[in-house]
């Protein structure tokens, strides 16, 4: 044997026991270049690689038996030779190596120091042979067949399995790119949500945006109303919802959403519920297209649209209570404005108190002239005239006037006297004085003693407007049914409406459609009862929006008004504990909204 190392015959050894392999590297270390595998198939791959001149063997591996691995090394190096190293006591095993195409059978319980000898003498050529090889061979083939056709099965199974796999994969990047897009939509959606304050525009623009950006067939958002026993439609975009109210005890989608603060879903809708802080607002409820319809894998994005949904209308409700808080205030400073209004109310009275002596003047001297001059005709009156039945009904008013005014002669260039003058006047003397009874009705009336009690203020409306006398469909009442009482003073109360109901009358003076709506519901939280007085004339210049509540301001010109109508009916409420605004667009008329707290909270 050489010493030269690169001369040495390359062995491969083809074994998944570690101390095996260990043992045949140091036994043969001498004779041979020993290369290593651990595994059948990497075997085969370092036996094409390496082109070895012998390759040692176990029959026991795992994936393929060392005769399956034998029959794919004749078929891919043929002319080299392969020995079995094994342990096998099982009958006839030398004969079935053999017949696997092994060249030589070395027993594992053999002495380990002629192992080298061994390999050397197959190395040169040497070859067992077996009787009956034909049979063997024959049982052999058998065998891979019968594996092969195992395999088969096995690779079929596989193939199937894959398919199935590539399916459930297929359908989840479906899924994951219908959420992606679902999550980017709702993205979108969020963000164009979130930008809006005003109540009404975020319902409206909700369920359109909702709409567009998701492809649905229609979106509806319902809120609860104050009792919580019912869910209002706020809002809908190509929905077509039945009832515009549905009661939450008993409605199966809608409803059941908002008891159980799920989401419910259909083949083709999925209601959602609005929740903020444990709190229902309602729910949001969105129609499929039959082409794409709902599955519980959407639940998910859905829910985050839902909660973004609902975090906008709640962001949105304090904004409202905010800004009226601060209108509140406004109004509330403008109080003040009113208290110190005192010194405004003798100087006006004395306004409008001024033409009365003057006119009355002017009246009295007419008719002390034209008396005067009456007698001086129907002194020459003939016998006839002094017998007229008013002959001495006349006597009588010339002695009064006389005696009113001993020193009356007639003036030598009586003035030109007609009944006009006198007329223009008695119209001067009355307006002054029925402005000065306005006046102090406006300014003595919140101070008036009050008579309070509990007051169906409904009903306290219907008498206002009957007892007004205005034309027949000229005020229309939406008054909620079974409202609770509130407590207050009645007269002042009515006084408060008549007003209202009044200037809404006049603002719309000359228009052929002049219409008024009184509503009146209770507040969403059940303490309070909210009057509405809308009409649809001119509206309020948004800069006299503050103005008008201040004592002697009207917006009414030379057609009449003390200015303290609305001044008094702020006064009034406040004393009941409530509030007064006003909302108005120029162009689409003004809607005074009233607050009253409902009589059990008047402590």
Not at 51 to 80: C, F, H, K, W, Y
Not at 240 to 253: G, Q, T
Not at 519 to 546: A, T, Y
Request: charged share 25%.
């Amino acid at each position: 044997m050489t010493n030269d190392p690169r001369k040495l015959p390359k062995l491969l050894y083809i074994e998944d026991n570690p101390e095996s392999r260990a043992m045949i590297r140091r036994i043969l270390a001498r004779d041979f270049i020993v290369l290593e595998a651990s595994d059948p198939l990497d075997g085969l791959e370092l036996a094409v690689d390496t082109q070895p001149d012998l390759v040692l063997l176990d029959i026991n591996l795992p994936q393929m038996s060392g005769r399956e691995v034998a029959a794919r090394l004749r078929t891919l190096l043929p002319n080299i030779p392969l020995v079995a190293y094994s342990s096998d006591e099982s009958p006839q095993a030398r004969e079935r190596t053999l017949a696997a195409g092994f060249v030589g059978y070395l027993d594992k319980s053999s002495d380990i120091d002629s192992i080298a000898d061994s390999l050397l003498e197959f190395l040169g050529g040497k070859r067992e042979i077996v009787a009956d090889m034909g049979n063997y061979q024959q049982d052999f083939a058998s065998e891979l067949v019968e594996k092969l056709e195992g395999k088969i099965r096995e690779l079929t199974r596989a193939a199937e399995r894959n398919e199935f796999l590539n399916e459930q994969n297929r359908r989840m990047i479906i899924l994951l790119q219908r959420r992606q897009r679902l999550l980017e939509a709702g993205a979108r959606v969020g963000q164009i949500i979130t930008s809006i304050l005003d109540l009404d525009e975020l319902l409206n623009v909700t369920v359109r945006v909702v709409c567009e950006e998701y492809g649905f067939a229609g979106a509806a958002v319902f809120l609860l109303d104050p009792t919580g026993e019912w869910a209002e439609l706020k809002a809908g975009h190509k929905a077509n919802f039945p009832k515009s109210r549905l009661r939450v005890a008993s409605d199966p989608l809608v409803g059941a959403a908002i008891r159980q603060g799920k989401i419910h879903l259909t083949s083709n809708q999925m209601t959602l519920p609005l929740v903020v802080k444990d709190q229902p607002l309602g729910a949001l409820s969105v129609h499929s297209n039959p082409e794409e319809p709902l599955t519980e894998d959407d639940q998910a994005a859905f829910q985050t649209l839902a909660n973004q949904t609902a975090i906008a209308i709640n962001n949105a409700r304090l904004l409202l209570d905010l800004n009226q808080a601060n209108q509140e205030l406004l109004r509330n400073k403008t109080l003040q404005a009113i208290a110190t209004a005192t010194g405004e109310a003798i100087h006006w009275v004395g306004n409008k108190a001024a033409p009365i002596p003057a006119s009355a003047n002017r009246v009295r001297d007419d008719l002390l002239e034209m008396s005067a001059l009456f007698r001086a005709l129907l002194a020459s009156a003939d016998e006839k005239t002094r017998t007229h039945p008013g002959w001495a009904a006349a006597q009588e008013i010339f002695a009064t006037l006389e005696a009113a005014r001993p020193a009356f002669q007639l003036p030598a260039k009586p003035l030109p006297l007609g009944l006009e003058s006198i007329l223009e006047d008695l119209e001067i003397i009355e307006h002054s004085a029925q402005t000065i009874l306005d006046i102090k009705e406006d300014l003595i009336g919140p101070a008036r003693l009050k008579n309070e009690a509990d007051l169906d203020l409904a009903q306290l409306v219907r008498e206002t407007v009957f007892e007004m006398g205005l034309p027949e469909g000229a005020v229309s009442l939406e008054l909620a049914e079974n409202l609770p009482p509130v407590y207050g003073d009645a007269r002042q109360l009515a006084q408060v409406f008549n007003n209202l109901i009044k200037n809404a009358w006049e603002a719309m003076s000359g228009r052929e459609d002049a219409h008024i709506r009184v509503r009146m519901r209770l507040s969403e939280d059940g303490k309070n009862i909210i009057s509405q007085v809308q009409d649809n004339g001119p509206g309020i210049p948004p800069d006299l929006l503050e103005r008008i509540w201040v004592s002697f301001f009207t917006t009414k010109g030379n057609r009449g008004g003390t200015g303290l109508g609305l001044s008094a009916c702020m006064e009034i409420v406040n004393q009941a504990r409530g509030k007064i605004s006003v909302q108005s667009t120029l162009g689409s008329g003004a809607t005074f909204i009233v607050t009253l707290p409902i009589s059990s909270q008047k402590d």
